[in-house]
């Protein structure tokens, strides 16, 4: 089946250390996002990228990092920089003027 | 700019009651709306859309919504909610046809529903 696979599905970082999740789809979809999710905060945009070695910042890239170097996977960076990186991490894709399909998340817990 | 606002942070139904989830946006563009259920630990699975066309728009599971531009508004409800309708749902907007934002959605900060028996 067609889908957003995120890994891990649980991750644990220690102070100081980058961490990145893993977000892979095989929709064939051009563009892909990131959000963080904060209980009663809804969703917000932390990167996202139309095409193929091109991303933009959403609303709160500062202490995060992305690349997009395959169209199928855009992994996100949780930098030593993101003071307050604990949260529910949700990746998207999206073709023309289709609605979002997002995977099933990594939760980041800080050691 | 764009923004969603969802009256209630939480509701509560008794099964076989109504459902109705508020949700007012303002855009600076005709937008496109959404709304989207998540279960717990789970990504977002799209309930419905309304793009352009008919304004009273139908989803999944039994769910419906209106438009109503003249109210900034895009309620969501069903007529008789279910056990397994307990989830929390996100009403969200992007730019419509014409409008620059690649298809970001700005999102509300979700309503959970509970469902009593």
């Known amino acids: 089946d067609g889908g957003i696979t995120q890994s891990p599905k649980y991750l644990f970082r220690k102070e100081g250390q980058n961490v990145t999740l893993s977000c892979e789809q095989n929709?064939?979809?051009?563009?892909m996002y990131w959000y963080r999710q904060d209980p009663g905060q809804g969703l917000r945009l932390i990167y996202y990228s139309q095409i193929v070695n091109d991303f933009q910042k959403g609303d709160i890239a500062e202490g995060y990092s992305v690349s997009r170097e395959k169209k199928e996977s855009f992994p996100l960076t949780v930098t030593s920089a993101q003071k307050n990186p604990t949260a529910f991490y949700l990746c998207a894709s999206r073709q023309s003027n289709q609605p979002q399909h997002f995977g099933d998340g990594t939760r980041l817990s800080i050691l | 700019a764009q923004s969603v606002t969802q009256l209630g942070s939480h509701v509560s139904v008794s099964e076989g009651a109504l459902v109705l989830l508020r949700c007012n946006y303002s855009?600076?563009?005709?937008?496109?709306l959404f709304w989207y259920v998540q279960y717990p630990n789970q990504g977002l699975q799209l309930l419905l859309k309304?793009?352009?066309?008919?304004?009273l728009v139908k989803g999944i599971n039994g769910f419906e919504a209106e438009f109503k531009k003249s109210e900034t508004s895009f309620h969501l409800t069903k007529p008789s909610a279910h056990m397994s309708d307990a989830a929390e749902y996100f009403c969200a907007v992007s730019g419509g046809a014409g409008g620059t934002s690649y298809g970001k959605l700005t999102f509300g900060q979700g309503t959970i529903l509970t469902v009593h028996p």
């Open positions: 309304y793009t352009t066309g008919a304004t």
């Open positions: 855009s600076s563009v005709p937008p496109y």
């Open positions: 929709l064939n979809h051009d563009a």
